[in-house]
C-alpha cells in the first residue's frame, strides 16, 4: 500500500510538472479564486489523514490528499497562489528569494512510524515530487548524494541561503525524521535543482560527507538550527548514556552546544560553542556566569 501511495504521488504530480511549465501572475481580483474554493476539501483531506483513529486508513486519505494537491498544482498561476489555509496544517515554506516552494508533511501510519511526503514547485510552475526511501536507504549511503525520487523522507521546517564562491546561491534544508524505532534524525542538506530532478547533497560538508546529521535516542530534545545572532547553525553535543556511542538510540544531549560555522564556502565545525557549566561544591552560577575561584 506504501509503495502504491509513493508510486501514486510521483506519478500525480510528474503530470503536473508536465502542465505547469511558464505559469503567468494571476490578475488581480476581489472574488475567490478556484485555488481557494479548493482549499476546503484539501483541509478535510488532511484533517483525516492527521486525525482518523485507525492509522491504514491514513494512508487513504493521504493518497486522496495527493491527489487534490498534485492537481491544483498543475493549474496554471498555481504558484502565486499561497495556500494560507492549507500552510496551518501542512509545511509550506520559501527561500528567501522566492524561486521555488516546498510542500512537505508526515503521516504515521503506525504507532510512532511516520512516512514522509511532499513535493517542489519552481516560481514557473515546475513540480519535482519527493518520494520517501528512508526505510530501504542504507547507513552508508545517508551521507552520499540523493535526489527527489531516492529521497532520505524528512520534514522540512527551515530554508537558509548562502553564496557559494562564483555568487550562485545556495539552499540548505533542515529537517527531521522520526521513523526509526529506537531513534531520530536531524539533517542540513544541500537542495540543489539540476534539469528535470531535485539532488540532495553537496561539498559543502566536512569528512567527504554530503549532508550533516545527528542520530539519537528517540523522544530525546535535540535542537539543529541556524541562530541568526551566532551566525551559525547549532545543535546539541550528544553523549552516550552507557558509554557506547555506536549505539545511537543511547545518545542524548550533554548540555553543551557545537556549532557549524559556514566558512571558506563550507560549513565547519566550532566545538564548545556553549560549555558544559559544571559547579564546585558550595558554587552557584550569576547570570549564567561560573564564579571565580
Not at 110 to 137: C, M, W
Not at 192 to 210: L, M, P, T
Not at 211 to 217: C, P
Request: with cysteine.
Amino acid at each position: 500500500m506504501i509503495y502504491i501511495l509513493k508510486l501514486g504521488l510521483a506519478l500525480g504530480l510528474c503530470m503536473g510538472a508536465s502542465l505547469a511549465w511558464g505559469q503567468k501572475p494571476v490578475a488581480s481580483t476581489t472574488q475567490p479564486t478556484p485555488f481557494q474554493k479548493s482549499e476546503d476539501s484539501l483541509m478535510s483531506s488532511v484533517d483525516s489523514m492527521n486525525r482518523v483513529a485507525l492509522h491504514g486508513e491514513r494512508i487513504e486519505y493521504c493518497h486522496a490528499f495527493v491527489k487534490q494537491l498534485s492537481h491544483l498544482l498543475k493549474q496554471p498561476n498555481s504558484f502565486q497562489h499561497p495556500f494560507t489555509e492549507l500552510s496551518k496544517k501542512i509545511h509550506i515554506i520559501y527561500p528567501e528569494d522566492k524561486s521555488f516552494r516546498i510542500f512537505n508533511w508526515p503521516v504515521e501510519y503506525s504507532p510512532a512510524h511516520f512516512r514522509y511526503y511532499g513535493a517542489i514547485q519552481k516560481a514557473d510552475g515546475t513540480v519535482y515530487p519527493l518520494v520517501d526511501n528512508s526505510e530501504t536507504i542504507e547507513e552508508k549511503q545517508q551521507l552520499g548524494l540523493l535526489d527527489n525520487k531516492n529521497w532520505y523522507g524528512v520534514e522540512y521546517y527551515r530554508i537558509l541561503s548562502q553564496k557559494d564562491a562564483n555568487g550562485q546561491t545556495l539552499y540548505f534544508v533542515f529537517g527531521v525524521n522520526h521513523n526509526n524505532k529506537n531513534t531520530s534524525v536531524k539533517s542540513l542538506d544541500l537542495l540543489s535543482i539540476q534539469g528535470n530532478r531535485i539532488v540532495f547533497g553537496g561539498d559543502y560538508f566536512e569528512r567527504g560527507n554530503k549532508r550533516f546529521l545527528i542520530e539519537y535516542q528517540k523522544g530525546a530534545q535535540v535542537s539543529l538550527n541556524y541562530d541568526t545572532e551566532k551566525g551559525m547553525v547549532v545543535y546539541n553535543a550528544l553523549e552516550s548514556e552507557i558509554n557506547q556511542p555506536q549505539r545511537k538510540n543511547t545518545l542524548v544531549p550533554t548540555g553543551q552546544l557545537d556549532g557549524l560555522k559556514w566558512s571558506n564556502y563550507q560549513w565547519q565545525s566550532v566545538k564548545n560553542l556553549v560549555p558544559i557549566l559544571k559547579l564546585k561544591d558550595g558554587q552557584a552560577p550569576i547570570n549564567g556566569v561560573m564564579p571565580s575561584n
